[in-house]
């Protein structure tokens, strides 16, 4: 009757991994948490008491793989991690204008990228999930996105591309033209 526990660390990959695990970086491995095959334990540098993992502590990371700092996850720190993709899925956003704007941003990236995975640089469902907010995603979240890919040469074309510098400034305020220029 142990209960289970999870510890959540959002975008782990933000920080040194390495060093903000130190030795605990090897007592997370299954076999040598408290339990395991061959359990292992430090003492504590403050207080001198023995720490090991429990077993029934389950350690959750977050990063969005877009990020280019994923390439600081270090390999001892890859092989101690199960590494789980969650792709945007389209049906998760509502029918109607969300889900026209998500299928718009995913041909636009599809025809924009260099040799990146479609997933690595989709933009993730949860933007388009609240259509009742649709308008201020995109304009401070989902435009600038696409704008910051673009300045860091991830994609070819800004999203303001082929657009009048007249309508490219309502294409800042407002997704339509945006959607109707790229609908599938």
Same mark, same amino acid.
């Given at each position: *009757?142990?209960?289970n526990?999870?510890?959540?660390i959002?975008?782990? *990959?933000?920080?040194?991994?390495?060093?903000?695990?130190?030795?605990?970086?090897?007592?997370?491995?299954?076999?040598?948490?408290?339990?395991?095959?061959?359990?292992?334990?430090?003492?504590?540098?403050?207080?001198?008491? =023995?720490?090991?993992?429990? =077993?029934?502590?389950?350690?959750?990371?977050?990063? *969005?793989?877009?990020?280019?700092?994923?390439?600081?996850?270090?390999?001892?720190?890859r092989?101690?991690?199960?590494?789980?993709?969650?792709?945007?899925?389209?049906?998760?956003?509502?029918?109607?204008?969300?889900?026209?704007?998500?299928?718009?941003?995913?041909?636009?990236?599809?025809?924009?990228?260099?040799?990146?995975?479609?997933?690595?640089?989709?933009?993730?469902? =949860?933007?388009?999930?609240?259509?009742?907010?649709?308008?201020?995603?995109?304009?401070?979240?989902?435009?600038?996105?696409?704008?910051e890919?673009?300045?860091?040469?991830?994609?070819?074309?800004?999203?303001?591309?082929?657009?009048?510098?007249?309508?490219?400034?309502?294409?800042?305020?407002?997704?339509?033209?945006?959607?109707?220029?790229?609908?599938?």
């Amino acid at each position: *009757n142990v209960k289970n526990y999870a510890l959540i660390i959002d975008e782990i *990959n933000r920080g040194n991994v390495s060093k903000i695990f130190g030795e605990l970086i090897s007592l997370l491995e299954a076999d040598k948490r408290d339990g395991g095959d061959h359990p292992l334990s430090v003492i504590l540098p403050y207080s001198k008491e =023995s720490f090991s993992v429990p =077993s029934n502590l389950y350690i959750i990371g977050t990063m *969005n793989t877009t990020d280019r700092s994923v390439g600081s996850i270090d390999y001892a720190v890859r092989r101690r991690f199960a590494f789980v993709t969650l792709e945007a899925d389209e049906s998760k956003a509502p029918v109607g204008d969300a889900r026209e704007l998500f299928k718009a941003v995913k041909r636009f990236l599809k025809e924009s990228k260099y040799d990146m995975d479609i997933e690595d640089l989709m933009v993730g469902h =949860s933007y388009f999930m609240d259509a009742a907010n649709l308008q201020m995603k995109w304009q401070y979240e989902i435009l600038p996105l696409l704008m910051e890919y673009h300045k860091d040469g991830i994609i070819k074309q800004s999203p303001l591309n082929d657009f009048s510098e007249e309508d490219a400034k309502k294409v800042k305020m407002d997704y339509k033209l945006f959607m109707d220029k790229w609908k599938v």
